[in-house]
């Protein structure tokens, strides 16, 4: 799972030779073995040292906050979002839904990398909403649907068809 | 007074004063409807009841008094039917005239005083609730209707009286017309109770907000409690009426669907249910007017039957003497054999059992059945077209005519008015599947709506097309009875439809087999045993038309149209696998 996410990434990012991962532990964290240091592990280690190779630093922030808040976020989708509960997931997508609602992109006002990992993140719940379930989140919808048609982002993972109209009016459920 | 009076003898033997008999007539005091009498002067006997002032004759009795005014020794004789002599009617010596009588009746035979009180009180002209308007100001009417609320302050009492969907308010003040203890006792009538009043009918200048009257109040005289309520009711109607979110934010209560149905009794008093069984009523009578306009047959068909029509799963048996037969789970049989009978186009209104054990907001074991049959000439659209009209003629005709009702059941159950197009929507099943699909949600070509698909479809029209009200044609042949005549065109299809409203099927319908052949060759493909359908096959080996309908429940068209979310709220005493009473 996370290793797909990996050469989706790498895709993404436009880096040609592709890496090789190998897992460790139970949990499948990824690992990088490196030529020259330490091996890397942990998915959001391992992106990171991808945005940089790929020399997109501006993926992870452009200003101090921004970084920051990347880094939030990234630090979010590792300890929130993956491995959680059904009940979790509808707090998880208030959450969402309250913080996006005056946000075009979860940091700052450009495409970063943690846009990238809460996509993958998130999708798998996303997909399995019903209609009606979509409407009442409209601003994870909203930004779920801007991310996933981003040029290069979308690449193992299904797209989710999201309806231009509003088919269940306010207040009705 | 002309009091027909003969002298019996010239002196009293109490008194010696002269004895008067006076012959009978039929007559007793019309407010008091008692025989009371007090004497106004010689010979003279008038009503005493306090106020009254007609003068009368007693009634079918012969007493004779003393014109000195000595009291009968006797009390009067029984009230007879006709006027009656008595034997010993001596010499008539002169026949008294008085003052002619005001108003002199015919009494029907009664056995005592209490019924003869009846008699007078027909003579009250009851005015309903609904008439109490601004031009009645300054009459005194009399009103029969609940206690709805009362409210005692010192000296005075308010009540609000309710008669159906209308009320007004009364009101019951220390006066010259009404003394402490009444205005206590007013109080102190227990709610519901029904009771007649005599009052005032005053405009008001201020409105009264709370009632259907909101220009009048009633100035009470008198009040009569005809039939008690027991003080602890089982529900009180203001909480039954109140709609659930004012409940929940003003903390106020509300009552439970389960205790309404409990005590449907009190339950169908409140305006809300008024008005829907008002409205449903409409909805039979539409039906039945529209369908005989267009030379439709009324036929009653029989509910028990000797073999299960749609399946042996969900029918209810009963034993019928030496064996068991079933309830049937719809008319579908019967009127296809009134079609074969050259009856052409048919129609019936009647319950239909459906013994499933679903505990859903939509299914009653027992409902109300609105089917049609029809014969056509070239195309089983003709019948999409004529059921799709009579539906279009109920929703106008409600729209038209059911407008109160609507409003009033709307303030408790609010919801979004009920759009229809003319002529009725119709798509295809595939597009159907096509829309739900770019809608994001996987379905196979031939696999039938679930109903959450069935709901989010009817979303999806509503929003592309505005109507809750559209035809879904030719449905998948796998997903259908086996009598649903197959598309010549497509084998894979079947001509048969189903309309929905809200989202929600209310019709199921298709064009029959009418070949006995091929109706063999159908049943036989969903392993259907011929043996137990044999009467219905044979029904078509005698010349049948081609004939295509459908039915709708009653208590689903109502609950959608109004936009209600529980079938039970539209049947008036509901059955479902939990509930058998009341």
Known sequence: ??????????????????????????????????????????????????????????????????????????????????????????????????YLEDKVYLAGNSFTLADTLMYYGIHHIIMNLAVQEKEKFLNVTRWFDHIQHYPGVRHHLAPVVVLRNRVYPSGQH | MNLQCVVLQSDCNNCGGILIQYESAAGLCPSAGTVLW?????????????????LFVCLSVCVAFCSNGVEPSSRPAAVRQTPALPDAAPTAHKAWESEP??????????????DALTCAQRDRTLVRVQELTPHRGGQLVWVRARIHT??????????????????????????????????????????????????????VEQKIESCSQQDVELHIERIFVISQAEPRLPLQLEDAVRPETEGEEEGRATVNQDTKLDNRVIDLRTTTSQAIFRLQSGVCQLFRDTLINKGFVEIQTPKIISAASEGGANVFTVSYFKTSAYLAQSPQLYKQMCICADFDKVFCVGPVFRAEDSNTHRHL??????????????????????????????????????????????????????KFLEP???????????????????????????????????????????????????????????????????????????????????????????????????????????????????????????????????ERVTMLYLGLHNVRQTSMFPRDPKRLTP
């Open chain 1, 1 to 98: 799972m996370a290793l797909k996410e990996l050469s989706s990434l790498e895709k993404c990012l436009g880096l040609k030779k592709p890496n090789k991962y190998s897992t460790q532990g139970e949990r499948k964290v990824p690992v990088l073995q490196n030529n020259n240091g330490p091996a890397l592990v942990g998915l959001v280690t391992i992106a990171s040292h991808l945005v940089h190779e790929a020399k997109r630093t501006e993926l992870l922030g452009n200003s101090a906050e921004q970084r920051a808040v990347v880094q939030q976020w990234l630090e979010y989708r590792i300890t929130r979002l993956d491995n959680c509960s059904k009940e979790e997931v509808k707090v998880i997508l208030k959450e969402l839904n309250q």
């Open chain 2, 38 to 54: 007090r004497r106004l002067r010689n010979s003279v006997y008038g009503c005493s009841w306090r106020r009254c002032s007609c």
């Open chain 2, 101 to 114: 009588l005001e108003s002199h009746r015919a009494v029907r035979h009664t056995a005592e005083g209490s």
């Open chain 2, 150 to 203: 009362s409210r005692a302050k010192g000296k005075q009492c308010f009540l609000v009286l309710r008669q159906q969907q209308f009320n007004v308010q009364a009101l019951v003040a220390v006066g010259d017309r009404a003394s402490k203890q009444m205005v206590k006792f007013a109080a102190n009538i227990t709610k519901e109770s029904i009771v007649d009043v005599e009052a005032v009918v005053q405009t």
């Open chain 2, 365 to 418: 074991t027992e409902f109300v059945g609105l089917d049609i049959e029809m014969a056509f000439n070239y195309h089983y659209h003709e019948v999409i077209d004529s059921i799709t009209d009579t539906m279009v003629q109920i929703f106008k005709g409600l729209r038209d005519h059911f407008q109160t009702e609507i409003q009033t059941v709307g303030k408790q159950y609010p919801s979004e008015p009920f």
């Open chain 2, 424 to 554: 009725t929507l119709r798509l295809e099943y595939r597009e159907a599947v096509a829309m739900l699909r770019a809608a994001g949600v996987e379905m196979g070509d031939e696999e039938d709506l679930s109903t959450p698909n069935e709901k989010l479809l009817g979303r999806l029209v509503k929003e592309k097309y505005d109507t809750d009200f559209y035809v879904l044609d030719k449905y998948p042949l796998a997903v259908r009875p086996f009598y649903t005549m197959p598309d010549p065109n497509n084998p894979k299809y079947s001509n048969s439809y189903d309309m929905f409203m809200r989202g929600e099927e209310i019709l199921s319908g298709a064009q029959r087999v009418h070949d006995a052949q091929l109706l063999t060759e159908r049943a036989l493909h969903h392993g259907i045993d011929l043996e137990k359908i044999k009467a219905y096959i044979d029904s078509f080996r005698y010349g049948a038309p081609p004939h295509a309908g459908g039915g709708i429940g009653l």
